[in-house]
């Protein structure tokens, strides 16, 4: 009884996280003005996010448990195949054109301007940790890479979706 009262709440607290995780998205969008986070591809994409930094945050907490087995399997694939699918859907992002002169000022400021560092840096920190995930003794180091990668990566479109001046 207690075995299902947990799975219940595990299976509760996922559905919560991924609804906030994607409610943040749609904050996003409610910025009118910011061109750049006017996407109706941002909610799949911050999921996908959201999935790839819990994952890598319990990588992080593998370090004090005795996890092993299947449900540290579950969670090194769910670590590396979302860090993957975000890798994959950032690239793809950008290479759609995007519709207003802002989204491309803010585009280019991320890509290639002041934010440029933070953004390539961030991505490339989150896709070294695809293979780390993968194996017991560097998943940790995944995880934290992981969540490395994804924080400078969305301060990189948090401040680049900013910069170009309202009008």
């Known amino acids: 009884e207690a075995g299902s009262l947990l799975d219940v709440l595990r299976g509760a607290g996922a559905v919560l996280a991924m609804a906030t995780v994607v409610y943040t998205a749609f904050l996003f969008r409610q910025s009118k003005g910011r061109d750049m986070w006017q996407d109706a591809f941002l909610p799949w994409h911050t999921l996908v996010k959201g999935v790839a930094g819990g994952a890598g945050a319990l990588a992080v907490l593998t370090l004090a448990s005795d996890l092993l087995g299947d449900p540290l399997t579950a969670l090194q694939l769910t670590l590396g195949s979302s860090a993957a699918l975000h890798v994959v859907m950032t690239v793809a992002r950008e290479l759609v054109p995007r519709r207003s002169a802002a989204a491309r000022v803010a585009?280019?400021?991320?890509?290639?301007?002041?934010?440029?560092?933070?953004?390539?840096?961030?991505?490339?920190?989150?896709?070294?940790?695809?293979?780390?995930?993968?194996?017991?003794?560097?998943?940790?180091a995944g995880g934290v890479l992981a969540l490395a990668g994804l924080l400078t990566q969305e301060h990189a479109f948090v401040q680049a979706g900013q910069s170009d001046p309202l009008t």
């Open 107 to 140: 585009a280019h400021n991320m890509t290639r301007g002041q934010w440029a560092l933070h953004f390539w840096g961030g991505l490339a920190a989150t896709a070294v940790a695809i293979p780390l995930a993968m194996f017991d003794s560097t998943f940790a």
